[in-house]
């Protein structure tokens, strides 16, 4: 089917310019096309109709017929339908490319013609013109075929449910005249499951609007085979044209359908690894494109380079090199799509990740699934890693690496080219860094990754070498000013990073999963505390521990808790509250009931966390066990001017009341805040006006003070 490379390349190059001819035999016979000119448009289209050219390019200005005219005349041709055309501007104003378009042309090239970059463009259209070609080709044969085949024919009359069928329908159909007995109603099982809404659809139209409908659906076969066939309905009428039955044609177009996706395959897939090529590639990133402009989401565009592929290709061959390409393909679709990245804590499969091959040992991947942009890192990694296993090929072992580089939607581009070029460019950096590296193509984000990844070395120590802190926020009564309790927030006290606040390192814990053993020493060191106050006389002071979705994925979260309660020997589990925020309850509703409840039966109190940030309605949470109710800081701080907030925070409170949960506001900083809550219904008052957060021992001074009041 493939033609020699060398038939192809006849260009016919129509403009009034000795010079441009010149130039174009130059540059064009070097690279191996060879060259027809014509000095005006009547004589290219005489050149056109003889010989045939594989494209062809004109220029638009010429005295007698210009260009425009030139090209809509070789559309017209009956061999110049699906010819590429490319018009040849001086200047590049929009009206002149419209008109070129308008024209027929497949596109247009603006003097002075690089010709460099023109030759690969021709390479590439004329390869999709000829795939076109063929297409056109096998169709018009088959067009031809179905005069001379005998196609099925078929009747049915709405008085009965029986079918008339040719015996070429029975053919089709694989079923045997003498056992078989048409109907309307036995032919459906015949129509494969997939389709048959679709030819429903059809059958209906036809009825309900007489009109002649022409479909292509998939049929089983009674051995079970799948099959293609192309069908014309029309109705059937009686003398009063009135509507008594339906006719058909059937025909198998299994080979052509085949054809066509064999066609398909070759314009859109590497044959070597069979992963998407280029331009199936750019087409994927321009539907992510729109995916992530429309849902505001950010993604990564990964362009991986093998390192010293073109050693592996000199010292082995061609035939390995190829080898070699497949064997990466398959560790990159097989690696993505499992989930190897949970040794990273990254517990995550890249259904999504888009993979192709763009051409020698150029591979890109497209991630979709991207929580933050520095988790492209981390992938970029794990994929240097699965590439860097040697290989075995032909009983020789090979190593191979890899060189990557980043470009991050929207950051690094909001376009296609521009974020495959970057990424690209970033790739080129990697490179020149040695070996097996990998770049963002922003700067920022090298070193922003660099320190994350700083970060999450250190912090896997932070439990062992006792870096975490807990501090204690005050809560009182919100009418008495009585002392009730705390609120227990983590510091971590890093002798690399300093002392942080959870703001810093509790997102990138939950990216790592490590924050199921921060949050786990959270309890155990309030439990502790707990017990230590309770000798001091503060024992019925609540302590409330923020908890994080991750942890109540853990099936063994029930039985941890459980654990450190009798660890402590805690006889009065009530002065515990879990700080839960409505998002994560609202996640996994179903799961988070059982949990809830079983913490509840064990004397555990529950809260629900910056309440009125998430978008669950308080009615929806009244099925589960809650005890109270945290009304988010963002509401309370424009207290009380703002009156919106003032009237969500007394509805809030409103509703809390009527389902009988207790209320607590956050961030209460100032004097008219205060008095705002004090004067609602709200339970009790938690912020920088009374304290910010303090060690153990600070809260205890605190307490004693309290006392003396
Ligand atoms: P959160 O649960 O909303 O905790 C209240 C945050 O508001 C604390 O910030 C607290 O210091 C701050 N805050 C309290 N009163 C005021 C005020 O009057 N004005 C202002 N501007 N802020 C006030 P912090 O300690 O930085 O903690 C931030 C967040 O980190 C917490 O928000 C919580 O979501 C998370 N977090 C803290 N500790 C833990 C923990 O042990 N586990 C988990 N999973 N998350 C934690
Ligand atoms: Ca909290
Ligand atoms: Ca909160």
């Known amino acids: 089917m493939s033609q020699p490379d060398n038939s192809l390349r006849l260009v016919l190059v129509i403009d009034d310019d000795q010079t441009a001819h010149l130039w174009a035999k130059r540059h064009l016979s070097a690279a191996g096309f060879t060259l027809i000119s014509a000095l005006n448009g009547y004589e290219g289209i005489e050149i056109f109709k003889k010989k045939s050219p594989d494209i062809v390019l004109v220029d638009i200005d010429m005295p007698g017929m210009d260009g425009f005219t030139t090209c809509s005349r070789i559309r017209e041709l009956p061999t110049g339908k699906n010819t590429p055309l490319l018009m040849v501007t001086g200047t590049e104003d929009a009206e002149r490319v419209a008109l070129s378009y308008l024209a027929g042309a497949t596109d247009f090239v603006v003097k002075p013609v690089n010709w460099k970059v023109l030759i690969h463009r021709l390479h590439y259209m004329i390869k999709a013109s000829s795939l076109l070609k063929q297409l056109e080709k096998s169709e018009t044969r088959l067009s031809k075929a179905q005069q001379m085949a005998k196609l099925g024919h078929w009747e049915w009359y709405f008085a009965d449910d029986k079918m008339y069928w040719s015996d070429e329908v029975f053919t089709i159909f694989q079923l045997n005249k003498e056992s078989f007995v048409p109907s309307y109603t036995n032919c459906h099982v015949l129509i494969h499951a997939e389709d048959s809404t679709y030819v429903k659809e059809n059958v209906d139209n036809v009825i309900k609007n007489k009109v002649t409908v022409t479909i292509e659906h998939r049929i089983k076969t009674k051995q079970g085979q799948q099959r293609f066939v192309g069908q014309q309905i029309e109705v059937i009428e009686n003398h009063s044209h009135e509507l008594i039955g ?87 679709v097989e690696g993505l799509r499992s989930s190897d990245i949970a040794s990273r804590g990254l ?109 999450e070395n250190y912090m896997y120590q932070a439990i062992t070498n006792n870096e975490l802190r807990l501090h204690y926020q005050p809560i009182v009564n919100a009418k008495s000013g009585q002392l009730i309790g705390s609120e227990a927030l983590m510091r971590w006290d890093s002798p690399q990073l300093g002392f942080l606040p959870p703001d810093d390192f509790i997102s990138l814990a939950e990216d790592n999963g490590l924050i199921i053993k921060f949050g786990e020493w959270a ?119 703002n009156e919106d907030d003032a009237a969500i925070v007394n509805a809030i409170l409103a509703v809390a009341h009527s389902l009988n949960l207790s209320t607590v506001a956050e961030g209460v900083e100032t004097y008219q805040q205060r008095d705002f809550i004090e004067n609602s219904t709200c339970s009790s008052i938690q912020g920088y006006f009374l304290s910010k957060p303090i060690p153990a021992d600070e809260f205890e001074q605190y307490w004693k003070s309290k006392l003396t009041d």
């Open 523 to 641: 309890i155990r060191e309030v439990c502790r505390q707990h017990k230590l106050w309770q000798q001091q006389g503060m024992g019925h002071l609540t302590i409330a521990v923020n908890l994080s979705g991750l942890q109540f994925n853990q099936a063994t979260f029930v039985p941890m808790v459980k654990g450190i309660l009798a660890e402590n020997n805690i006889d009065y589990p009530e002065f515990l509250i879990f700080e839960i925020t409505e998002t994560v309850i609202m996640a996994n509703t179903e799961k988070m009931f059982n949990i809830l409840w079983q913490l509840k039966n064990m004397g555990i109190k529950l809260s629900v966390d910056d309440f009125g940030t998430g978008y669950s309605s308080l009615s929806y949470l009244k099925s589960f066990p809650l005890d109270s109710l945290k009304i988010d800081r963002s509401f309370v701080k424009d207290l009380p001017n």
């Open 246 to 332: 339906l006719t058909g044609t059937i025909q198998d177009i299994t080979e052509r359908k085949d054809h066509e996706n064999k066609i398909k395959r070759l314009a859109y897939y590497d044959e070597v690894t069979e992963l998407p090529n280029r331009t199936f590639f750019l087409e994927l990133l321009s539907s992510s494109l729109k995916l992530a402009k429309r849902n505001n989401r950010g993604f990564a565009v990964l362009f991986l380079d093998l390192d010293d592929f073109k050693g592996v290709n000199d010292s082995y061959g061609h035939h390995v090199g190829d080898l070699l390409l497949k064997e990466i393909s398959r560790r990159l």
């Open 347 to 455: 517990d995550k499969q890249y259904h999504d990740a888009e993979i192709a091959r763009l051409g020698g040992d150029e591979f890109t991947i497209l991630l979709n699934e991207l929580t933050y942009p520095e988790e492209a890192a981390i992938v970029a990694e794990q994929i240097q890693k699965w590439i860097g296993e040697p290989v075995f090929l032909e009983n020789q072992q090979i190593y191979t690496g890899s060189s990557i580089g980043i470009a991050i939607f929207p950051q690094d581009g909001e376009d296609s080219e521009t974020l495959l070029r970057n990424a690209d460019i970033a790739m080129y950096h990697a490179k020149k860094m040695g070996k097996g590296h990998y770049q963002f193509f922003h700067d920022s984000m090298n070193i922003k990754a660099q320190k994350r990844r700083k970060m």
